[in-house]
C-alpha cells in the first residue's frame, strides 16, 4: 500500500480549509475512504490537499476582488497567495514519482477554480480487488471531478469518469511476417490513433523491431500484463484483392476494425516510418562514394526464393544501369541468403544494410528501381528531404498483383494485368516458375505460373528494357 504523503511543514497550513473551525469535516470522496479501500494512503491525501489548496485560493481571489482592498490587506493576501502557488508546486513535485495530476477548470472570469479535475495511474493494488469502485473503469488510469461550490457545508461528492485524452485501452499487436508485410502494419497503427485519439495504448510485437524506431504511437507495454490484449495481426482482405478496390494498406486497417469493434480508415497513403535527427542530417553515402553527386538510385535486382515469380532478370537490371552509367549512380541491396546476382557499375551494399541502414539509405535516395517488395513499400512510407518534391519509384511488376493493391499513387508501377488470359481479371498469384525442390507448397503445380518464357513468366518478360528506361529518363529529366 503506498504510504501517506509528506508535505514541507511550512506549507502545511496552505491545505487547511479556509472555513476552518473544529466542525468543519470534509467528505470523503469515492474511493477515498481510509479504511474500507485500497484507494488511501497517498491518493486520498494528495486529492485532499490539491482540494484544500485551491479552494483556500479562490478564497483569497474573493478578498483580493473586493472594492478597495487597502494596501497592507492586498499585500497580505497577494503574500498569501503566492505562498498558495508555492505549495501547490509542492504537491505537485511530490506527486511526480505517482504519475498524479490535477488540473484546475477554471469559470468564464478564469480567476476561479469551478472544479478539479484529478487524475493518477490506477495502482495495481486497485487492479487486483474486484470490490474496489475503481476496477469497474477499464483504463490505466482514471480520474473524477470535485465541485470547488459550496452545499450546504460540504464539497460536492466527487463523479468518477474518464479522463479525456487518456488512453482506456491497451493492445499489444504481434505480426511474424515479412519487413514489407511489417511495414503495412505501421500504418495501421497510426491510423488507429488518428482515427481513435487518446483511446488506445499500443505496443507492437514483429520481427522487424528497426521500423518501429522513433515511432510516437507506441507505449511499451507488457504482454503477460492481464490488462494487455494481445492481438495475432492479419490481413485477410488480400484474398479478395482482385474483387474489391482495396489497397494493401488497407488490410491490417480492416483487421483491426473488425477486430476493435472501431471504424478505422487510412489517413495517409503509404506506411509510417519516422527517421532520426541523425539520419536526417547525415547522408548515407559518403562524398568519396559520390564523387560527381549523381543522383542516387537504389536497386533491387533479385528477390526472395518463395516468390520466384516476381523476378526480372538480373541481366535486364544490367542493361539500364549500363545505360544511365554516368547520369545515375546506382546502389545495389538485398537480403543475404536471397537471390541477388551482382551487378557491375553499382555500389554493392548487397547483405550489408541492415532495416535501419534501409531506412536511412532510403532518405537520401533520389530514386528507386525494384520489383514487387519490401524497398517499394519502404520508397513509399519514408519521409522525403527537406527540398525533395518526390522519391521515383520504377517497380516492374507483371501480373502477379491488382495493381491498385500494391501501387502508390506517385509510383510508376510497371504491369501487364489484364493482357494475358492468366491476369485477365487480375493477380494471379501464383509464386514460382519452376518447382524449387526445396518443399514449400509453393511447388505445387497450383503454385506455379504456366506460361514461362526463357525463364521468365511471360507477364515479366512482356516488360522490356526500354520501357523501364523510359520511366527512369522521364524522372531524371524532370528532377528538381
Known amino acids: 500500500m503506498f504510504e501517506p504523503l509528506s508535505i514541507e511543514p511550512g506549507l502545511q497550513h496552505c491545505y487547511s480549509d479556509p ?23 497517498v491518493l486520498c491525501s494528495i486529492k485532499l490537499k490539491f482540494r484544500s489548496a485551491y479552494y483556500r485560493r479562490n478564497y483569497l481571489n474573493d478578498l483580493v476582488s473586493q472594492p478597495s482592498p487597502s494596501d497592507e490587506e492586498f499585500q497580505s493576501l497577494k503574500a498569501q497567495l503566492e505562498e498558495i502557488h508555492r505549495a501547490i508546486i509542492a504537491i505537485e513535485d511530490a506527486c511526480t514519482p505517482f504519475g498524479f495530476l490535477a488540473e484546475p477548470v477554471y469559470d468564464d472570469i478564469a480567476s476561479q477554480v469551478q472544479r478539479l479535475r484529478f487524475t493518477h495511474p490506477i495502482p495495481s493494488e486497485v487492479k487486483a480487488n474486484s470490490d474496489s469502485k475503481v476496477t469497474s473503469i477499464s483504463s490505466s488510469s482514471f480520474s473524477f471531478y470535485v465541485s470547488m461550490d459550496e452545499t450546504e457545508g460540504d464539497l460536492e461528492q466527487a463523479q468518477e469518469a474518464q479522463i479525456p485524452g487518456s488512453p ?23 491510423d488507429l490513433h488518428r482515427c481513435c485519439p487518446d483511446t488506445y495504448e499500443v505496443d507492437v510485437r514483429t520481427p522487424c523491431d528497426a521500423l518501429w524506431e522513433n515511432n510516437p504511437y507506441l507505449t511499451p507495454l507488457d504482454e503477460l500484463d492481464p490488462s494487455v490484449e494481445v492481438i495475432d495481426c492479419q490481413y485477410p482482405l488480400v484474398h479478395e484483392s482482385n474483387q474489391r478496390p482495396y489497397h494493401f494498406i488497407h488490410g491490417y486497417i480492416q483487421f483491426l476494425s473488425q477486430t476493435l469493434d472501431e471504424s478505422i480508415t487510412p489517413t495517409l497513403f503509404r506506411g509510417d516510418i519516422h527517421v532520426s535527427e541523425n539520419e536526417a542530417s547525415e547522408s548515407f553515402l559518403s562524398g568519396d562514394q559520390n564523387p560527381d553527386q549523381l543522383p542516387v538510385w537504389i536497386i533491387c535486382a533479385g528477390g526472395k526464393y518463395d516468390f520466384t515469380i516476381k523476378w526480372w532478370h538480373w541481366r535486364r537490371y544490367q542493361e539500364v544501369v549500363n545505360r544511365f552509367r554516368g547520369k545515375i549512380l546506382f546502389v545495389q541491396v538485398g537480403e543475404e541468403g536471397h ?56 517497380v516492374i511488376a507483371g501480373g502477379r498483383e491488382s495493381p491498385h493493391w500494391e501501387a502508390y499513387p506517385t509510383h510508376q508501377f510497371l504491369h501487364t494485368v489484364g493482357m494475358l488470359e492468366c491476369c ?44 523501364v528506361c523510359a520511366h527512369l529518363g522521364m524522372a531524371l529529366d524532370n528532377a528538381s
Open 168 to 190: 482506456s485501452k491497451r493492445i499489444l499487436l504481434k505480426a511474424s511476417l515479412s519487413p514489407g508485410d511489417i511495414l503495412m502494419l505501421t500504418a495501421a497503427v497510426r
Open 19 to 41: 472555513r476552518g473551525g473544529p466542525d468543519f469535516k470534509p467528505r470523503l470522496f469515492p474511493g477515498d475512504s481510509e479504511d474500507s479501500t485500497p484507494c488511501d494512503g
Open 339 to 394: 537471390f541477388h546476382p551482382k551487378l557491375d557499375h553499382v555500389i554493392d551494399l548487397r547483405g550489408k544494410t541492415k532495416l535501419r541502414d534501409m531506412v536511412h539509405l532510403m532518405h537520401w535516395a533520389d530514386g528507386v528501381l525494384c520489383g514487387v517488395t519490401f524497398h517499394m513499400h519502404l520508397a513509399a512510407a519514408v519521409p522525403l528531404r527537406q527540398n525533395q518534391f518526390s522519391r521515383p519509384t520504377v
Open 424 to 467: 485477365s481479371n487480375g493477380g494471379c498469384w501464383k509464386s514460382r516458375t519452376l518447382p524449387l525442390g526445396d518443399g514449400d507448397v509453393k511447388d505445387g503445380k497450383a503454385n506455379l505460373c504456366l506460361d514461362v518464357v526463357e525463364g521468365l513468366p511471360r507477364c515479366m518478360h512482356m516488360i522490356e528494357v526500354d520501357h
